[in-house]
């Protein structure tokens, strides 16, 4: 049987840069079995897991540049914004490390009562299993770092499916990997279809489930997982920001408009729906607008590209569809609203999208800001609280008592004070709530899910 052809093209120009071939059923079935031979036999000592990183980081940091221009061509994120994703790569990897030397158990108090005298009780750590990670295609290396680095840090072999549309830095990263020093087979990436991905994901051999993507996908895969799996899903939001008052108006709004225009707004956080007192409303979406609109759209290859091209042409499709809809059931359009070419859409300020426009209760994954006046702080909480996604949530406010009253009515596993929905360092926690998520993500958080106690008790 002929194998199928993966074609990768460059995100803005759409030329073919890499065809690949696709592991089909067998090669699903062997990577399972290489993985679960693996775990078998034991697990590489803390030492040897800390040298790989340790030269693996140093790799990395010496294809800084490369990776940067593979993160632009495939994934079309602005070469600016894409050296800084490898920045953080890199420093992910540092995470780990130092995570790997915090890896221990603990002494049980045995004599709390009779029935533990003579005994001394103690935990070891122990990896999970087989480690399978399905990703996104928004960051093509530091996603990677996320699922994968966790599993060589804590001794699990890994199989990773990379989006079809970026699987370069995942590929790259793998024989980075193996030249660190990685044991053949601790790390496979999965180029696959859709059925084979979810025999990988499903089989019974896989003792841990990654997912960052589409909710539509995630939780239809979740409860098809084999019995016992444990997993973390990470999905998207339709992120709030409340402005209630900023005396940093100039900062302000450069922050929301790198914040929701950032990688075309393809991030889960990505500033999307602006909620301003209503006698402030239009003032600040003019304002926003003006430094929207002198965006530079382009080729992320581009030095100057400020915001490059979204993923696929169908989502150009699907944003014009939704900016269209939101403008004829009576939102403002401030700037943009335009197709650009096949792949580009203009940075777009609507004002006063109706909450049920798609714009208003979707994630939009584009360059799209909404506006949204309020009467009252109250008003602005319950709609960013009406939705069944909840993710990260901003409130800028120069008066602590409200900034903080807000934080805590806020519905949102983060809330960022006086600052963006965009923000995050790679050793705290980042997870979802309701229909965004499951578990909690973070290198650190990452690592402590994928090892098992193991209590050993000894009478004496």
């Given at each position: 049987m002929t194998k199928k052809i993966l074609i990768i093209k460059q995100a803005y120009t759409e030329q073919v840069i890499k065809k690949l071939e696709m592991h089909d059923a067998q090669s699903v079935e062997n990577m399972l079995n290489t993985a679960s031979n693996l775990h078998k036999k034991g697990y590489l000592p803390a030492y040897q897991r800390l040298e790989i990183l340790q030269k693996l980081a140093n790799l990395v940091t010496?294809?800084?540049?490369?990776f940067a221009q593979l993160i632009a061509n495939e994934g079309g994120k602005p070469l600016k914004d894409a050296r800084i994703e490898v920045t953080r790569a890199i420093d992910g990897i540092h995470i780990a490390i130092a995570g790997i030397r915090n890896i221990k158990g603990e002494q049980i108090p045995m004599d709390l009562t009779q029935?533990?005298?003579?005994?001394?009780a103690f935990t070891v750590m122990e990896p999970i299993g087989v480690v399978v990670a399905v990703s996104a295609f928004n960051h093509p290396l530091n996603l990677i770092i996320h699922q994968v680095v966790p599993a060589i840090a804590t001794g699990c072999p890994v199989i990773v499916k990379p989006a079809e549309v970026t699987p370069l830095c995942a590929l790259?990263?793998?024989?980075?990997?193996?030249?660190?020093g990685l044991p053949e087979g601790y790390l496979q990436v999965a180029l696959t279809d859709r059925e084979n991905s979810e025999k990988l994901v499903t089989d019974s051999r896989v003792a841990f489930f990654s997912f960052i993507g589409s909710a539509q996908v995630g939780w239809v895969l979740k409860s098809k997982l084999a019995p016992g799996v444990r997993c973390a899903l990470e999905h998207g939001g339709v992120a709030p920001l409340i402005f209630d008052e900023c005396s940093d108006m100039d900062g302000f709004i450069a922050g929301v408009v790198?914040?929701?225009?950032?990688?075309?707004?393809?991030?889960c956080v990505s500033v999307q729906r602006v909620f301003v007192p209503k006698n402030k409303a239009k003032e600040i979406a003019k304002k926003i607008a003006n430094v929207a609109s002198q965006l530079i759209v382009?080729?992320?290859?581009?030095?100057?590209?400020?915001?490059g091209p979204l993923i696929l042409p169908k989502e150009v499709d699907r944003v014009e569809a939704w900016v269209n809809q939101a403008i004829?059931?009576?939102?403002?359009?401030?700037?943009?609203?335009?197709?650009?070419n096949s792949v580009s859409y203009e940075p777009t300020v609507l004002l006063n999208p109706s909450n049920h426009s798609k714009v208003s209760n979707q994630e939009i994954f584009g360059p799209v800001i909404c506006i949204y006046d309020y009467f009252d702080i109250s008003e602005a909480i319950e709609v960013a609280n009406s939705l069944e996604v909840s993710f990260q949530a901003s409130i800028f406010s120069d008066n602590i008592t409200t900034a903080m009253n807000s934080a805590k009515a806020l519905s949102a596993s983060a809330v960022m004070i006086n600052d963006y929905t965009t923000f995050r360092v790679d050793w705290t926690p980042f997870a979802g709530r309701k229909h965004s998520g499951y578990g909690?993500?973070?290198?650190n958080h990452t690592m402590h899910d994928m090892l098992e106690h193991k209590m050993i008790v000894i009478k004496h």
């Open positions: 010496d294809e800084h540049e490369s029935a533990g005298m003579q005994r001394l790259r990263f793998a024989q980075l990997a193996i030249k660190a790198k914040a929701g225009f950032y990688h075309a707004g393809q991030v382009g080729d992320a290859i581009d030095e100057v590209t400020d915001v004829a059931e009576g939102a403002t359009l401030i700037t943009g609203g335009k197709r650009i909690v993500g973070g290198i």
